[in-house]
């Protein structure tokens, strides 16, 4: 919007049409707007919600049975209008980079462990009621004990937990907070493991990711090609596997051919789009699909070594991932929405750039002392 991106989510709903409920998106995005059908905000949605036009459940879905045990069960709260309310608003701020009611729940289990006073306690039972109740099981990410832990915390001594749990001790709360200690140091020994595993990990940001498009020039290419030199169909003298070739698709598509006069046919096509077309109808070597990421792989090192103008090119992308976009490149080669490509040809390039500045930087080996 207005040139800022403003990052969203979304779900579906049952939205009352007449007599019927269909099943519509329920968009909600970072700075507070909410669409369904028409643009809204949160308490817009809060009286739609109210009136019954739309529903967060299925309408015609039969009642959950009651649970014969609360602290027993295993089972969410149910999922109501005002918890899914809850959830918009929290689904607001983590798409603003603000905590959420889950993050400040956490925050308040930590100074509670700190200082376990009466105040302290009061408000890790605030935070704890403020994440939404169909999601309370989930906030401590324990598949066994979910929330009770919890639970615990929060309901005062004498009392039984839930109504009809155990009743709250001293010695109860005090396996609570163990539970949190132990937890804590779980967490403290995976993040001393992953410095460590991690330790070749990059530091700072990268760059932001360098899309490549595939263009044609109905005139002239340009005088200075700029990025337009990684495609794969710049025209570019390349000497490889004992051929010239004038372009990396010449080479590839010529290399792929079982027959040795379609392999001098595509490398003495017109264009690097003549290549591909006449390679695409040869007859393939038989170990091509074994072969082809290598092959691809050294004509693109000879290309951007025998070219030192080219290598600068790619050197000066830095360590951007490389987005190789095309309409004639099968998805084995391209990248694509939703992960339908599988940008070899990016991949790659990134590869022959990490060579290249190996080449340019030399690594010595270390001395021994």
Same mark, same amino acid.
């Given at each position: 919007?207005?040139?800022?991106?403003?990052?969203?989510?979304?779900?579906?709903?049952?939205?009352?049409?007449?007599?019927?409920?269909?099943v519509?998106?329920?968009?909600?995005?970072?700075?507070?707007?909410?669409?369904?059908?028409?643009?809204?905000?949160?308490?817009?949605?809060?009286?739609?919600?109210?009136?019954?036009?739309?529903?967060?459940?299925?309408?015609?879905? $039969?009642?959950?049975?009651?649970?014969?045990?609360?602290w027993?069960?295993r089972?969410?709260?149910?999922?109501?209008?005002?918890?899914?309310l809850?959830?918009?608003a929290?689904?607001?701020?983590?798409?603003?980079?603000?905590?959420?009611?889950?993050?400040?729940?956490?925050?308040?289990?930590?100074?509670?462990?700190?200082?376990?006073?009466? $105040?302290?306690?009061?408000?890790?039972?605030?935070?704890?009621?403020?994440?939404?109740?169909?999601l =309370?099981?989930y906030?401590?990410?324990?598949?066994?004990?979910?929330?009770?832990?919890?639970?615990?915390?929060?309901?005062? %001594?004498?009392?039984?937990?839930?109504?009809?749990?155990?009743?709250?001790?001293?010695?109860?709360?005090?396996?609570?907070?163990?539970?949190? =200690?132990?937890?804590?140091?779980?967490?403290? =020994?995976?993040?001393?493991?992953?410095?460590?595993?991690?330790?070749?990990?990059?530091?700072?940001?990268?760059?932001?990711?360098?899309?490549?498009?595939?263009?044609?020039?109905?005139?002239?290419?340009p005088?200075?090609?700029?990025?337009?030199?990684?495609?794969?169909?710049? $025209?570019?003298?390349?000497?490889?596997?004992?051929?010239?070739?004038?372009?990396?698709?010449?080479?590839?598509?010529?290399?792929s051919?079982?027959?040795?006069?379609?392999?001098?046919?595509?490398?003495?096509?017109?264009?690097?789009?003549?290549?591909?077309?006449?390679?695409?109808?040869?007859?393939?070597?038989?170990?091509?699909?074994?072969?082809?990421?290598?092959? %691809?792989?050294?004509?693109?090192?000879?290309?951007?070594?025998?070219?030192?103008e080219?290598?600068a090119?790619?050197?000066?992308?830095?360590?951007?991932?490389?987005?190789?976009?095309?309409?004639?490149?099968?998805?084995?080669?391209?990248?694509?929405?939703?992960?339908?490509?599988?940008?070899?040809?990016?991949?790659?390039?990134?590869?022959?750039?990490?060579?290249?500045?190996?080449?340019?930087g $030399?690594?010595?080996?270390?001395?021994?002392?």
């Amino acid at each position: 919007m207005d040139g800022e991106r403003i990052d969203g989510t979304w779900c579906h709903v049952w939205e009352r049409w007449g007599d019927e409920y269909v099943v519509v998106d329920l968009v909600v995005f970072a700075d507070g707007a909410v669409r369904c059908d028409e643009p809204t905000d949160l308490a817009g949605l809060e009286k739609l919600l109210a009136s019954g036009r739309i529903s967060v459940t299925r309408p015609d879905a $039969p009642a959950r049975p009651a649970e014969p045990s609360k602290w027993a069960s295993r089972s969410s709260e149910p999922l109501t209008p005002d918890g899914f309310l809850l959830e918009v608003a929290d689904l607001i701020e983590e798409l603003s980079g603000r905590p959420t009611a889950a993050q400040r729940c956490h925050d308040a289990i930590q100074r509670y462990q700190r200082e376990p006073t009466e $105040p302290h306690r009061a408000a890790l039972r605030d935070a704890y009621l403020a994440v939404p109740p169909h999601l =309370r099981i989930y906030v401590l990410g324990d598949m066994d004990l979910q929330d009770r832990p919890l639970r615990i915390l929060v309901t005062d %001594m004498g009392e039984a937990v839930d109504g009809d749990g155990p009743v709250v001790t001293a010695e109860l709360r005090q396996g609570a907070l163990d539970y949190f =200690r132990r937890t804590d140091e779980r967490v403290r =020994r995976q993040k001393e493991q992953r410095v460590v595993r991690y330790a070749d990990d990059p530091t700072g940001a990268g760059r932001p990711a360098l899309i490549s498009n595939e263009v044609h020039f109905p005139r002239n290419r340009p005088a200075e090609p700029g990025l337009f030199v990684l495609r794969n169909d710049h $025209p570019v003298e390349i000497a490889f596997a004992g051929e010239t070739y004038p372009s990396v698709l010449h080479g590839y598509w010529s290399l792929s051919a079982a027959d040795a006069a379609d392999r001098r046919r595509i490398r003495e096509a017109a264009s690097g789009d003549e290549a591909h077309d006449l390679g695409g109808r040869a007859a393939r070597r038989a170990d091509w699909p074994e072969v082809r990421l290598a092959v %691809m792989a050294g004509l693109l090192r000879a290309k951007f070594t025998q070219h030192p103008e080219l290598a600068a090119v790619l050197l000066g992308t830095g360590d951007a991932r490389i987005s190789y976009t095309s309409h004639s490149e099968s998805p084995h080669w391209r990248d694509d929405r939703d992960s339908r490509g599988r940008n070899w040809m990016g991949r790659l390039l990134e590869l022959t750039r990490s060579e290249l500045a190996l080449q340019d930087g $030399p690594v010595s080996s270390p001395t021994a002392e």
